[in-house]
Every structure is written in structure tokens, then in C-alpha cells.
């Protein structure tokens, strides 16, 4: 079950707000876990074990270390929560490719077992672990209940597709959080601009780029050098429209019932530079990474080797997160090349806009590696933009598909830009003084989430191409 299928949104998600609003105070925690555990059992029941699991395990070491006052065994709870989470992180998603290169190199194993990769394991592996830091380090109380803490890691708002909440952020929400009417409606309208964003936008730009960028190195050979710029801008627009929609959603079901999750995306496709982009895409995932990786590890403030070495650190680490291929790995060295470039090298010396284009570029052949898990398919991607080994420049059947979707590209630029929220801060701002822009703001308010839900409704119901997400994080 997903955020954008027509059961959670008419069945689950009616059920758990109906219910959640008639019952108790008391007893509101109780249904959102409930309806938590149902949400992720869906797509495995054995799963939930696994999560339930983990939970147990960081409530248990948490505890223990907040208890202890003998620093050794601190560190050994401490060490016992990193090897349980974090190995079981790297059989279920790194096990397989760890054995198919050992395989390559050696020949050995004969068989690699299919292990199945369970949804939603690197988010909450990585919140349990940052709540279990936390308490080491002091920063917060462990959770003394384990049903609140298996709340906390299961809470189907962001189990599966993130952001990465943290602990202290949601720990006084837990047991003390209000909903006002204003909650409900800004609630709302945020799941439905993330439901948009992903049925209407996010899927039709997936369609496209899969029309243009077939599988294959054989296929690429085959399209044009500009069919195969077409297909990754396309994939450029569905990537973000695909992550932001599932943030959007998952912030906006929050607040609903009372929950505020920090951003996670602020427009990366208008930042200035690659340490820009990077401060706004992404931002619980690069924060997670800042503040249990890169500072531990010193930071910046070190000797230039050492701050080198933390970089490839961070990004290796990145890399990795988002899937078990080389491709990935590639992705994220390529990340720190340029970080390590901005910072030592091109410093402050492109001009103005230039900035905006040099970091676009950097981004959209970044997703090029991100694409392709075969390499030898990146290399003849790679080739094909330059007019390398492909057919021709342009061939008549993208110029029909680029035309035929030219709206929805333009649309699908502009829901990657602050405008929309521009104009709404404007008639916002000038309705205070002028009565018109004042009636044209209610206007707006009042029809923008109705208007969005029916049309994504009728985008999910016409359109059998609706696939979760590309990656199992």
C-alpha cells in the first residue's frame, strides 16, 4: 500500500483519520500505532518482525545506557545497538552485492541467495540509531515505554519513505501535541499538493523518460542524442516531483493529526552551487550524515587531509544508502569531486546566473549516474548526450513526444520552483490592504485542495502507470 492508491487514500487513510478523531485522547497514540503496524504489514507481514525487532533492541540499549553510570558499558550498549541495526541493514541490503563481486573476483559462492529487501529499512534504521546517539550523547531521555518508542519508528506517515525524523524532534508531540482547525486544513492541503505533485506529475514525467531511456545498452545506441536529453530531463523532473511528493505527504498526514516534521526539500533545482543543492535536497538524510558521521569525525575544523578523508567518508556513506550498486558508489565520489572543487578551486569565480547553470548541469548528469545501476549502459548513456554512438541528433518521433508534452514539462518545471508559494505569500500579503487580492487568496484556499485531490483521483484511476518508487530504501 502506497500514499498515492486509491485504497489508502478512500479506505485506509479515512478509516485512521475517522477513527483518530472520535476516540479518546488517551487512546490516539494507541490507534495510530495500530493503523502504523496494519500500513507496513501490507507489503510483508514477516517484516513487521523485523521492525518490531529493532525497536526492541534500540528501547533496550537506549535504556540501558541512560542507566548506566559506568562509561564502559555505555559504550558497549552503544556498540551492541550499532552492530545489531547496522547488520542487519548490511544482510538485507548489501549481502547480495557484497557476494555477486565476490563472486566475480573469485567464483565463489556457487549461489547467491534472494534476499528480499524490506521496505523502509534504511529510514528507520537510521531514526532508531540517531535516537539511541541521542541518548548517549545526553541530548534526550530514553523512551520508557516500548509501544511509544515502536510508535515512533513505525508512524506510517514516513516508515517507508522518509524524511528521517528524529526523536527529539516528535518526543514532546508524542504525549503533548494539539490539533487545531487550522492543523487539519494546512494538513491537508500539503498531502494533497504532495498527491498531485506525485499522480499527476511526478508519474507522467516517469512515463516519458521510460518512453525515451529503454533498457538496454542496445536501445540507448538506438535513440537520439537529444531523445536521450529529453529522457534524463524528464527523469530529472520525475526524481524530485517523486521524493518531495512522499515528503510533502508525509508532513502533511503529520500535521493532521498533530505531528510537524521538519522539510526535507526547499527547491535543490534553483540552488547556486553543489553545496547548495545539497543543503536543500534531501536535508533529514544530509543532516543525518552531518551530525553522526561528518562531525564526529571532525568536521571541517582539521587538517585538509583529514577533511578530505571525512568527505569521501560522508559520501561513500551516501552513496551506499541509496542502493547496493556501483553505480551509486560512482554517484557519490562524483558528489565530492565537485564539493571538494567548490571549495578548493572554483570558490566564488563563476558569475551570476552562470551559477544556477553550472549547478544544473552538475545535478542532471548526476542523475545520469543515478540511473543506470549497469555500467555498461551509463557508459553508452554518457556517450549518446555527447552524439556519441547513437542515432543521429534528433528523430522525429521525439520532437512528436516532446510537443505532445510540452505542457506537462512546463508545469512540472514551475512545481519545482517557489512560484506557486510566491504568489500565495503576494495575494497573502496584499490582501491585508486590498479587499480584491484579499477575496482571490479565500478563493484560492478554499478550492486549491478539492480541486488537486479530484484531479489526482482521476490521474491514479486513468492511468495504469503508477509505480511506487524506483528505489527500496
Not at 121 to 144: C, K, M, N, W
Not at 243 to 256: E, K, P
Not at 259 to 272: D, G, S, V
Not at 302 to 317: G, Q
Request: include cysteine; aromatic fraction near 18%.
Amino acid at each position: 500500500m502506497v500514499f498515492s492508491s486509491l485504497i489508502f487514500l478512500f479506505v485506509f487513510l479515512v478509516l485512521n483519520l475517522t477513527i483518530y478523531l472520535l476516540v479518546n485522547d488517551r487512546h490516539k497514540n494507541k490507534v495510530l500505532l495500530v493503523f502504523s503496524l496494519i500500513f507496513y504489514a501490507w507489503g510483508g507481514p514477516k517484516y513487521l518482525l523485523l521492525l518490531v525487532g529493532e525497536t526492541f533492541a534500540s528501547w533496550f540499549f537506549a535504556l540501558r545506557i541512560q542507566n548506566s553510570q559506568d562509561d564502559r558499558r555505555r559504550k558497549l550498549y552503544m556498540a551492541g545497538e550499532c552492530i545489531v541495526l547496522l547488520g542487519l541493514l548490511g544482510y538485507f541490503k548489501y549481502a547480495v552485492f557484497f557476494l555477486e563481486n565476490f563472486q566475480a573476483l573469485f567464483g565463489i559462492p556457487e549461489v547467491i541467495p534472494n534476499i528480499v529487501l524490506p521496505i523502509g529499512i534504511s529510514f528507520y534504521t537510521f531514526q532508531l540509531l540517531s535516537y539511541v546517539v541521542d541518548v548517549y550523547r545526553g541530548e534526550i531521555h530514553a523512551q520508557p515505554a516500548f509501544w511509544k518508542l515502536l510508535l515512533y519508528s513505525s508512524l506510517f506517515h514516513q516508515c517507508i519513505a522518509g524524511p528521517i525524523v528524529r526523536y527529539e524532534t516528535v518526543a514532546n508531540e508524542i504525549d503533548n501535541r494539539k490539533v487545531t482547525q487550522t492543523d487539519i486544513y494546512v494538513g491537508v492541503r500539503r498531502f494533497c499538493i504532495g498527491l498531485a505533485k506525485k499522480s499527476i506529475l511526478a508519474n507522467s514525467c516517469a512515463a516519458v523518460a521510460d518512453s525515451l531511456i529503454l533498457p538496454g545498452s542496445n536501445a540507448l545506441a538506438a535513440q537520439s542524442a537529444l531523445g536521450l536529453w529529453l529522457g534524463i530531463f524528464a527523469y530529472m523532473l520525475q526524481i524530485y516531483l517523486d521524493f518531495s511528493a512522499y515528503s510533502d505527504m508525509a508532513i502533511g498526514m503529520g500535521r493532521m493529526v498533530g505531528f510537524r516534521y521538519l522539510e526535507n526539500f526547499n527547491y535543490p533545482y534553483i540552488a547556486k552551487s553543489v553545496q547548495d543543492f545539497w543543503r536543500r535536497w534531501h536535508i533529514s538524510l544530509s543532516t543525518f550524515f552531518r551530525d553522526y558521521v561528518y562531525i564526529p569525525l571532525g568536521g571541517s575544523r582539521c587538517t585538509t587531509v583529514k577533511y578530505i578523508r571525512n568527505m569521501a567518508v560522508v559520501w561513500f556513506l551516501t552513496g551506499m544508502w541509496h542502493g547496493a550498486s556501483w553505480n551509486y558508489i560512482l554517484w557519490g565520489i562524483y558528489y565530492l569531486v565537485f564539493l571538494l572543487l567548490e571549495r578548493f578551486v572554483i570558490k566564488d569565480r563563476i558569475p551570476g546566473a552562470l551559477k544556477y547553470v553550472y549547478t544544473l548541469l552538475v545535478v542532471f548528469f548526476g542523475w545520469v549516474i543515478f540511473k543506470f545501476e549497469n555500467l555498461g549502459e551509463l557508459g553508452t548513456a554518457f556517450a549518446g548526450l555527447f552524439g556519441i554512438g547513437t542515432n543521429g541528433f534528433i528523430g522525429m518521433d521525439v520532437s512528436t513526444l516532446f510537443l505532445s508534452n510540452i505542457f506537462l514539462l512546463a508545469f512540472s518545471v514551475i512545481a519545482c520552483t517557489p512560484l506557486g508559494k510566491m504568489i500565495r505569500q503576494s495575494l497573502l500579503r496584499y490582501g491585508s490592504s486590498n479587499k480584491v487580492a484579499f477575496t482571490v487568496f479565500n478563493i484560492t484556499e478554499l478550492i486549491v485542495p478539492p480541486l488537486l485531490l479530484i484531479l489526482s483521483v482521476l490521474a491514479l484511476i486513468g492511468n495504469s502507470y503508477n509505480p511506487f518508487l524506483y528505489f527500496q530504501f
